[in-house]
């Protein structure tokens, strides 16, 4: 081993994880979590080939004894980056600096007024700049927006120079702007949508997104017509099994009214029924009451002669 701040075993850096095993020896921690056997718990030195074994891996793990070094407390083993620096961040063109520096210095020749004062009307107009560096500072609309970053990025003069604007228009209706600012300054584009950075629902790239109205799902811009066919297809099949039950439903409430229909006449046919029995059975009782009255009157007419 040349240098004493590198392990023995894997001849990296300390960093933050030096550990000290019981022979004396120093360890980084990866390295003697790889060196312990788990089946019966010991652990050689890399360094004299010692057997040291534990009762358990808990054991072993508080045996372990952390040391420090020159190197102690340098994170030089994984080099951090920030969320913020890997996002994507459009750099200013040549022009798009010569622009921000002549708007730098414009704007401290701003006219500016006192609130509530009159408008005053500015005697010598400002230089015209030279052709020859108005001509790069010309807006071109683009076709197509770039993606919008995930991470709000600084706002840059341009970005500003709206909002001075309007202030000098609030003061001053009458002033005249220098020329520069009316050529740089355009209105947003109105073609940048909702699009983001996310990861397409349907091919599973990670790329500029948009949001789909129907299923709330993210879908690139190469996939989106055929998400929105397919999106068409699963409603006309939708549609198509929704009047299919609605058929069935609609043969099934007729069965059912039927069935209500012939429930009602079948109770009413059983109700005439019990009335009609039970008017036979009077009947029959008043007729047996009757000759039984009949032959008592007989039989007495009988004894008494």
């Known amino acids: 081993m040349s240098n004493s701040e590198n392990c023995p075993n894997c001849d990296n850096i300390y960093g933050n994880e030096p550990r000290k095993i019981p022979c004396g020896h120093i360890v980084c921690h990866k390295c003697c979590l790889d060196l312990f056997n788990k089946e019966d718990n010991t652990l050689i030195c890399p360094v004299c080939s010692d057997i040291h074994t534990f009762k358990s891996k808990n054991t072993f793990k508080k045996t372990l004894q952390q040391v420090a070094h020159s190197g102690f407390g340098k994170k030089t083993a994984i080099r ?31 006219p500016t007024a006192p609130p509530g004062a009159p ?41 500003s120079v709206p909002k001075v604007i309007k202030q000098q228009q609030s003061t001053s209706n009458n002033t005249v702007l220098p020329s520069l600012l009316n050529t740089i300054v355009s209105p947003p584009s109105s073609s940048i949508s909702d699009a983001v950075i996310a990861r397409c629902h349907s091919c599973g790239n990670k790329c500029q997104v948009i949001v789909c109205e129907h299923c709330d799902h993210f879908v690139c811009l190469k996939c989106a017509e055929e998400h929105r066919t397919t999106t068409k297809i699963d409603a006309q ?5 929704w009047h299919e039950c609605k058929n069935k439903y609609n043969i099934l409430l007729q069965k059912l009214n039927q069935y209500n229909r012939d429930r009602i006449q079948i109770e009413s046919d059983l109700a005439a029924i019990r009335v009609a029995v039970e008017q036979r059975s009077r009947d029959a009782i008043q007729y047996v009451v009757d000759q039984r009255d009949s032959l008592f009157s007989r039989i007495n007419e009988h004894m008494e002669k």
């Open 237 to 241: 099949e939708l549609t198509n099994k």
């Open 119 to 159: 408008p005053e009307i500015s005697s010598i107009p400002p230089p015209p700049p030279p052709s020859s560096q108005l001509e790069p500072f010309v807006v071109v609309t683009k076709t197509s927006p770039p993606p919008m970053p995930l991470m709000p990025t600084k706002p840059t003069v341009i970005d």
């Open 80 to 110: 951090e980056m920030s969320f913020a620096s890997t996002m994507p961040v459009e750099k200013a063109s040549g022009a798009e600096k010569a622009a921000n520096k002549e708007v730098k210095k414009a704007v401290p020749h701003l």
